[in-house]
């Protein structure tokens, strides 16, 4: 048996309640593993890259530790920029064409 003790810590980077997510697969591929061997993808991260390729931002971390994974992103949505691990480059902002940054 599993028993997993760790208290998961989220930012809260939603600037409104109005948000629509799909379900895309999170890559493993640059994600490097934490102290405990994990390897996780914050909430948050621009997805798939912070580029002109962008289509959302990861809503949940997402636990890439065996492969790639299920998770939520956000195609829609009002969004704190300041709050996000890391602020998303211009070229991404303009992909991401339904989501507004405050």
Do not use: C, W
Not at 47 to 65: L, Q, R, S
Not at 77 to 96: F, H, S, T, W
């Amino acid at each position: 048996m599993y028993v997993n003790n760790q208290r998961a810590q989220q930012i809260e980077f939603l600037a409104s309640s109005h948000y629509v997510n799909f379900t895309k697969e999170i890559s493993d591929s640059g994600v490097t593993a934490d102290e405990n061997g994990k390897k996780i993808v914050p909430a948050g991260s621009v997805y798939p890259v912070n580029d002109g390729t962008a289509v959302g931002i990861v809503f949940h971390d997402v636990d890439v530790t065996q492969g790639p994974a299920a998770g939520a992103v956000m195609v829609e949505g009002y969004v704190l920029e300041a709050r996000l691990p890391e602020a998303p480059v211009q070229l991404a902002k303009d992909a991401m064409t339904e989501i507004k940054f405050r």
